[in-house]
């Protein structure tokens, strides 16, 4: 089975719950801090490929929900300057297994190493109504 490096925002449940599905297909996760890593521009770029820039976004970032950013107003060199400052626009997870990258739960490789394992809902968020939202993990103590 493969090793799949895993950058999700600590304590987010729908990524705890994307680790373990990967877990259960039998693969070795190694979860990473999206919010903490050192990005740089063009090391982003290989986890989005060819999708349409408004796909890079996290529908659920803050400042994506409240309107402040407009996904689908923004050029490349624009959207991953936005990601550098703020981590949390970036779409999580983003996934790495054998030289082969992505951003979302929803495309390769991450298809083929559930293979046809359960894909029940594990790429949108387990709280979408929840007040308080979860926690910055940069601020919580």
């Given at each position: 089975m493969a090793?799949?490096?895993?950058y999700q925002k600590p304590g987010c449940g729908t990524n705890a719950r994307q680790i373990?599905?990967?877990?259960?297909?039998?693969?070795?996760?190694?979860?990473?801090?999206?919010?903490?890593e050192p990005w740089t521009a063009p090391d982003l770029m290989?986890?989005?490929?060819?999708?349409?820039?408004?796909s890079w976004f996290n529908p659920a970032a803050p400042r994506v929900k409240s309107g402040e950013v407009d996904p689908a107003a923004i050029d490349a060199a624009g959207a991953l300057a936005l990601m550098l400052d703020d981590p949390l626009l970036i779409r999580r997870p983003l996934v790495e297994a054998d030289g082969a990258r992505c951003?979302?739960?929803?495309?390769?490789?991450?298809?083929?190493?559930?293979g046809s394992g359960s894909r029940d809902?594990?790429?949108?968020?387990?709280?979408?109504?929840?007040?308080?939202?979860?926690?910055?993990?940069?601020?919580?103590?």
């Open positions: 090793t799949v490096l895993f373990h599905a990967l877990e259960a297909a039998g693969h070795q996760v190694v979860a990473k801090s999206l919010l903490t290989t986890f989005f490929g060819d999708t349409p820039v408004a951003a979302g739960f929803d495309r390769e490789p991450v298809l083929s190493l559930l809902d594990l790429q949108g968020c387990t709280r979408p109504e929840a007040v308080p939202r979860c926690p910055d993990p940069l601020t919580a103590t």
